[in-house]
């Protein structure tokens, strides 16, 4: 896959990692549209390729009383305004068959959650609407077996295609990131690494996902020394109030710094 594939993905001859950032769902207007304005504003600064993410729905939930979403078509249209009034391109996850052809038509690339990366046909569904498609590796999955994954998309006639790692069971309440994975789905795809997500604490007895946000600059560091191609990671300027995986989003108010950082230590891996 090229960056440039990619539908209104500027800056993709800065040389730099590119970034997939937004809240971890849609759960209004102007908080989508706060949040990318933000975003955007750094990501021009430092040059960095951008694409907003926002779920519009969220089907893998702990508890049947979790925040799922606001309403299919008008989150998929919130995310075509944030797409519309800052000429970004927008990713969202699909969970069944029937939403890969509804939310291409709002959005640039389809993501396949990692629990349903196996699901050939949600996998195939997602490839033939020509979209790109975000894979992301199985907690329970090698990274050697990601190939077959990416796979199913290209016999789809569709090389538009990139995996993203978000850490593997450690236990039953934990999460690791092996670096090792980097290089060998790399040989795949462009890989991407889920910053937040690999800092999840699942399984809670509470019902209500943990997480170490605190370990997010540590992981993400890692990755871009690493030589990871892109970056994901779950943002709002109210962590402590969001309605999904508030407990391992960054901080709105954290973020340039972190990027500002990494970006420097992406220049200095440039020149090695």
């Known amino acids: 896959m090229k960056l440039d594939r990619i539908p ?92 890969a052809k509804l939310a291409a038509e709002y959005v640039d690339i389809l993501q396949i959650p990692a629990f349903l990366v196996r699901q050939t046909d ?5 490839a033939e609407t020509g979209k790109v498609v975000n894979l992301k590796k199985g907690q329970f999955m090698s990274p050697e077996s990601m190939k077959h994954a990416v796979t199913k998309v290209t016999d789809c006639n569709n090389e538009q295609v990139m995996v993203t790692d978000r850490g593997t069971m450690f236990g039953y309440q934990d999460m690791i990131v092996d670096f090792r994975g980097i290089p060998t789905m790399r040989e795949f795809a462009p890989t991407v690494l889920d910053v937040t997500h690999s800092l999840q604490q699942p399984n809670q007895s509470s019902g209500v996902t943990g997480g170490r946000p605190d370990m997010i600059e540590t992981i993400a560091r890692a990755g871009v020394v690493n030589n990871v191609d892109g970056l994901f990671i779950e943002t709002h300027f109210d962590s402590a109030n969001a309605k999904s995986d508030g407990a391992n989003m960054l901080d709105l108010k954290h973020l340039e710094t972190l990027l500002s950082n990494l970006v420097a230590i992406r220049k200095t891996v440039n020149k090695l």
């Open 122 to 126: 949600l996998v195939v569904a997602a």
């Open 8 to 99: 209104q993905l500027k800056l993709t001859d800065s040389n730099n990692f590119f970034l997939l950032a937004g809240p971890c769902a849609i759960e209004g207007e102007e908080m989508a549209l706060r949040i990318a304005e933000k975003v955007v504003e750094i990501t021009n600064k430092l040059e960095i390729p951008y694409v907003f993410k926002g779920s519009f729905k969220k089907a893998n939930r702990s508890r049947i009383d979790s925040f799922t979403g606001i309403g299919d078509e008008k989150a998929l249209k919130i995310l075509r305004k944030v797409s519309e009034t800052f000429e970004i391109p927008t990713i969202t996850d699909i969970h069944e068959v029937s939403d």
